[in-house]
């Protein structure tokens, strides 16, 4: 028996529990190892499709499902497993055509197993494929791209995707979640399918009580989980909207915000 037993603690990968500096600092690591050897259960819970965080899942010391994708797929690392996955609606591909016959200069990535094609690329996907490491099929017409998506990632600057994010949510109200990952990203994944939802489904498959789900993460698509958990976590460079929501906020994700709240629940428990 540890003193953790019976927790769930979930994190956002990029910018929170991995640094702006690209690295997992070692506080981190030694805190999510002393957090699992008492018995807690420890996932990642990241926007990252299983194609472009599977190459850095090793790196962290999990001993429970991660959540991919923002919300739309929990994957077992452990076993090599996919424990369940949702998809975009069919009118997907014509909803994104009406979309860019309105927004002629976005730009997206639509993720299809594990294949990422992109409609108009632009200086965000180039940056956004360098940082994950992986590359890309372009396609000219959005009807070559094959279905069905887990997520799409559209993408411009940040005042033109939030006229993007209001015409969605106006045009096909209670079909998409659209929810930024940071500011250059907006994502689409099916109504429902956030963070929040998925990591609620793996604290059931966890058998974790209400009240022993805590939460970390630094931008919009983290607030649906930090809604669940008991005490909403933040690192210090998160965006204005988490800390505006009421996000608890600790040291920079460079420092080791992992470290900052094991110590919390070292103390409360």
Known sequence: MGKFDGLLLASDFD???YGL????????LEAIRYFT????RFAVA???AHRTFAPFAHLVPMNAPAVLSNGSALY??????MICQTFLRPQAPADLEALAEQFPEIGFEAYFGEDIYVFQPNTVTDSHMAKVGTGYIQCTRIADIPVPWTKVILQQDFPYLQRVQRWMLHTFPGAYEVIFSNRYLLEMTDFGSNKGGMV???ADHLHIAPGHVYCVGDNQNDIPMLALSAIPFAPANCAREVQDWGARVLCHCDEGVIGDIVALLDGLY
């Not at 500096?21 to 981190?28: A, H, K, M, V, W």
């Not at 077992?76 to 497993?81: I, L, T, Y």
């Open 15 to 17: 910018d929170t529990l």
């Open 21 to 28: 500096d690209l690295r997992i600092p070692e506080r981190n």
């Open 37 to 40: 050897d008492q018995g807690g």
């Open 46 to 48: 990241t926007g990252r």
């Open 76 to 81: 077992d690392f452990a076993q090599n497993k």
């Open 200 to 202: 609620q489904r793996l």
